[in-house]
């Protein structure tokens, strides 16, 4: 088992979640609008629809894996194309962080656990990402790879649900640093930027 493989998916994960993106943008707009429990619930719905992606993934790219290295290779370029693009559409956007309570009525926490769920779960996005971003941190030989990719999913989950409840909790606080600060926006756009290149990097580089 490598651990260090590990360790580096933990760190990607984290710069990740810090990033500003519409899943915990959202989070932060519940939390301000409704309250920080509201916000969690958000999060507890988001990180639930993850269970299934991971599911999806786990078996079906395992599949994959045993009938041809080929394939597998295939889909770790495509995965390493996949996260350069996710890297140029970043350094294309506006680095400016927006906060408007427009798109954050209220609901109940049922309602936002609920919303979060179909959010990620429908999301074609968050398939494909999870797609390009889990193969190449398969960390072990001895171990099937159904269950690599729960540990990572659930990493990845677990590492998520830190900070998006973090932010859920620190959301006055963050919210007031945005806005009394030009330069976050900017600094978090290149540490995405950053993740995303060095992540397709590892892809290419790295052994099956």
Wanted: aromatic content about 14%; charged content about 10%.
């Amino acid at each position: 088992m490598n651990y260090e493989i590990l360790i580096a998916f933990i760190g990607a994960t984290a710069a990740l979640a810090i990033s500003p993106g519409p899943d915990n943008i959202y989070v932060l707009m519940q939390s301000i609008t409704n309250g920080k429990k509201y916000g969690l619930a958000t999060v507890a719905g988001l990180m639930t629809g993850c269970l299934v992606h991971t599911t999806l993934l786990a078996f079906g790219v395992s599949a994959i894996i045993k009938q041809s290295d080929q394939l597998f290779f295939s889909i770790k370029l495509f995965g390493a194309a996949y996260l350069l693009y996710l890297a140029i559409q970043v350094y294309r956007s506006d680095s400016e962080i927006s906060l408007t309570n427009d798109t954050t009525p209220k609901k109940s926490l049922a309602q936002l656990f609920r919303q979060g769920f179909i959010m990620n779960v429908l999301n074609p996005k968050v398939t494909i990402f999870f797609l390009a971003f889990f193969p190449g941190f398969l960390f072990s030989e001895s171990l099937h790879t159904v269950v690599q990719f729960y540990v990572l999913g659930f990493l990845f989950i677990a590492v998520s649900s830190f900070i998006f409840s973090t932010i859920a909790i620190l959301s006055g606080m963050i919210s007031e640093m945005i806005t009394k600060n030009s330069n976050v926006g900017t600094i978090l756009k290149w540490l995405q930027i950053i993740v995303f290149v060095g992540i397709a990097l590892y892809l290419l580089l790295s052994d099956k």
